[in-house]
């Protein structure tokens, strides 16, 4: 971590522990929760089987928010997703092998959002409000909730 990407460890937790709400929510029977006093009800979240069903996402995304293309491809390793640019292309890569955790809307569209907010540092503020506001347009208001009160609670600006 660069004194540049100086937040990047308390966004990834704050992401964490929102991805551990949504696999407990899809574990009960109901998707209610009580967030910091708020009664909010979770949306189901996009779970994805291969490479190709990411591309079909990514692609309908982009469509829906009036961004250009991304390609998306398969990484080797499995403890990391991310973003780069290859050639002037865009390109997301996945893990696609023993990484559940990679191949679910909540990790693509904070891939996603990188692609559409690439001003430096890469998980500075900038970042993190795309990042609220996509998945705020994708999955619905309360997602966009929870992530800036969990946000605020890790000290991310």
Request: aromatic share 8%; charged share 20%; net charge negative.
């Amino acid at each position: 971590m660069t004194a540049r990407d100086a937040q990047r460890a308390k966004v990834y937790a704050a992401e964490q522990f929102v991805r551990t709400m949504f696999d407990r929510a899809a574990q009960h029977s109901s998707r209610a929760i009580d967030f910091f006093g708020i009664s909010l009800t979770l949306p189901p979240e996009a779970k994805f089987g291969s490479v190709e069903s990411v591309q079909r996402y990514v692609d309908d995304v982009l469509a829906r928010v009036g961004a250009p293309p991304v390609s998306v491809r398969a990484r080797r390793g499995t403890a990391a997703a991310h973003y780069e640019l290859i050639d002037g292309a865009a390109v997301i890569a996945v893990p696609e092998r023993d990484s559940t955790w990679a191949l679910r809307e909540l990790v693509v569209l904070h891939e996603l959002a990188h692609h559409l907010s690439p001003a430096p540092p890469p998980h500075g503020p900038a970042f993190v409000a795309t990042y609220c506001e996509l998945c705020e347009t994708i999955m619905g208001p309360e997602v966009g909730l929870v992530l800036r009160m969990v946000y605020a609670q890790e000290g991310v600006v």
